[in-house]
C-alpha cells in the first residue's frame, strides 16, 4: 500500500500503473468525471475478448462470474454485507427502471432537491410535463437539505430522490438517515444517488441506518471502472415491480408455464435486469477492483488523499489571489463537508475551462462552476502546476 507522502512525491509513486492514460506527462484535472484507468483495467478488456472467442455462446457463465465480483465489491464499498445490488448499462437505465415500478397512480407525487444530476432531473421534468407531481427542495444549504426534504415528504409521495454528494460543488448531504425514517413513517421510498461518493467520500449503508434504502451510482468517476457500470442497491425486501423490464429477469425461470400471463421477475439482482448486455465493462471493473485490492486503494484511503490534493488546491487558489468577481471559492463550507473536487465560482466559467484546456489543464464546468477534480495518481507538482495555469487564465480574463 502507498503512502499519502509517495502520493505527493514526484513521480507518483502510482502513475507508472496508469501509464497508458500517461498520468505522469498530462495535467488531468478530471478525476470527479472521468479518472483514468489503471493499466490492469486493460488485462480484463483483453480477457473479455479472449473469453468470447474461446468460449462463444457459453461465455455467459463466465461473464456473470465477472458481474457477481464487482457487486461484491461495490457491496463492500456501500459497507452492505449480504447486499443486494444489481447492475446497469447505466444509472439512467436503473433509474428509469425504479420509478417505472413506484405506485405513480395511489402516488403521484416525487420529491427532489434542485441539485440532482440531469440523469433525474430531466427525468423527473419529462414526467412533470405528463402530469407527475415533482416537488423540488433548494440543495443549497446542503447541510439541511435532509431535513427539507423530510419536511415535504407526504402520504402521496412515492419516493424521494437525492444525492449524498452534491454533482456541482461537491458539498457533502449529511443527515440522510433521518431522510430514510421520514420515508419510512409515510411508506415513500428513499433513493440516494452516490455517484460523487463512491470510491472517495466513504458510505456506510450500515452506520446510516439505511438498510431499506435504493443506492444508485456508477463506475464512471472514481472508481476507475470506465463506461458501462451502473449499479442499484436495493433493500432485500424488493418488491418493486418495474413497467420497464427486460427478459434476463426471468432468464432461470424461462421453462415455467405462465397461463395467467403475469409478468414475473426474478430474485435479487435479476427483478432490475435488462436484456443481452457487453459484459466487457464488468471484466474491466474486476479487473480494476483486484488492483485497487492488491495496491490496498481503499475508499478510506482514497479520502486521505483526496482531502490532502482539494485542501492543497484550495490553497494554491488562494495564493492566486484573484478578483473574486472574476472566479472565487466558498469559504464557508470546511474541507470535511466537501467530496472529490475543488468548485469554484466563475461567472465566466466556459472561457477559463477553454483556457486552461490550451495551456494542458484538462478539467471542466457546470454553468458558472470550474470543477477542478485532482486523482490519486497526480503529484503536488502537477497540482502545483495547474494552478499556476488557471492563474495564467485569470489574469489573461483582466
Sequence with gaps: MPTLDELRRTPNVLAPLYSQFRVSERLLLTGHSHQAWPDRGFDGQCQAWRDAATLVDEKWEAAFAKAERVRRGLARWLDDPGGTIALGENTHDLIVKFI??????ERPRLVATDG??????????????????????????????????????????????????LF?????VPGLGELSAACRRVGAELLVDVYHSTNVVPFSVRDANLQDVYVVGGGYKYCQFGEG?????????CALR????????????????????????GVGPARFASGTYDPTSHYRAAEVLDFLDDEGLTPEFLRRVSQHQVGFLSRCFDDIDA???????????????????????????????????ERGVMTDYRAD?????????LSDAQL???MGALGSAVRGLS
Design 100 to 105: 417505472s415500478g413506484l405506485p405513480l397512480r
Design 116 to 165: 440532482e444530476f440531469h440523469t433525474i432531473r430531466r427525468q423527473l421534468d419529462r414526467l412533470e410535463e405528463e402530469g407527475v407531481e415533482i416537488v423540488r427542495v433548494p440543495a443549497l444549504p446542503a447541510g439541511t437539505a435532509a431535513e427539507r426534504l423530510s419536511q415535504t415528504v407526504t402520504e402521496r409521495t412515492a419516493a424521494v430522490f437525492v444525492s449524498a454528494v
Design 168 to 172: 456541482r460543488n461537491a458539498h457533502i
Design 229 to 237: 457500470v451502473g449499479f442499484l442497491r436495493m433493500p432485500g425486501d
Design 242 to 265: 418495474p413497467v420497464v423490464t427486460g427478459w434476463f429477469s426471468e432468464f432461470g425461470t424461462m421453462a415455467d408455464a405462465k397461463p395467467d400471463h403475469r409478468v414475473s421477475y
Design 323 to 357: 478578483d473574486p468577481a472574476v472566479i472565487d471559492r466558498d469559504r464557508s463550507v470546511p474541507l470535511e463537508s466537501v467530496g472529490g473536487f475543488l468548485a469554484l465560482m466563475a461567472p465566466r466559467a466556459e472561457e477559463l475551462c477553454r483556457s486552461l484546456r
Design 369 to 377: 462552476i470550474l470543477r477542478l477534480g485532482p486523482a490519486p495518481y
Design 384 to 386: 502545483t502546476d495547474a
